[in-house]
């Protein structure tokens, strides 16, 4: 049996809980140097030293405004364009659709790259002929589509957009 000792024998709960936060304090503070920086900048004096990036001066909204299939054309997507100020970049417009295959669904992708691409001032219209890029071709429904800028000049926005879609036949 366990001789029994009093109350005031034994370590109270509450001087071993300062102890311990005294010795997580004296540790925390031993991985601190005491010694003073060394003239180091304020990061305030750094950020007001470092240059602003430049504003934008040109945006580009992209806007998919009909994709169609057509046995004539094959497949084609109409592509609205707005820039702010006259510019050249690369435009290229990736469209993917989930059909029906001998071996269940698969994914038809295809690509167009339009090089320096002239965009004036105002809103224009293109119209780009996307092939698959495999057996299977693209069908009426449901795609995704995604156009954006590449190659453009410092100040311009840059513009990436990505839309689900439906292919209908023309």
Same mark, same amino acid.
């Given at each position: 049996m366990e001789p029994f000792t009093a109350r005031a024998g034994r370590r109270s709960l509450a001087r071993t809980i300062v102890i311990l936060l005294g010795l997580g304090a004296l540790g925390a503070c031993a991985d601190d140097t005491t010694a003073p920086a060394v003239n180091s900048p304020s990061h305030a004096a750094a950020s007001a030293a470092a240059p602003s990036p430049e504003p934008y001066t040109t945006s580009v909204d992209l806007v998919v405004e009909r994709v169609a299939d057509s046995p004539v054309y094959g497949t084609t997507v109409r592509l609205g364009i707005t820039c702010s100020t006259s510019q050249v970049f690369d435009l290229i417009i990736d469209l993917e659709q989930q059909v029906r295959g001998d071996k269940g669904r698969q994914v038809v992708q295809g690509s167009n790259t339009w090089p320096a691409y002239t965009c004036d001032q105002g $809103?224009?219209? /293109? %119209?780009?002929? %996307?092939? #698959?890029?495999? $057996? /299977?071709?693209?069908? #009426?429904?449901?795609?995704?589509?995604?156009a954006r800028i590449a190659n453009y000049q410092p100040g311009v926005e840059p513009a990436d957009i990505t839309t689900r879609t439906r292919i209908v036949v023309d």
């Open positions: $809103k224009t219209s /293109l %119209i780009s002929t %996307i092939s #698959p890029n495999g $057996k /299977l071709g693209f069908e #009426p429904g449901r795609a995704t589509v995604r």
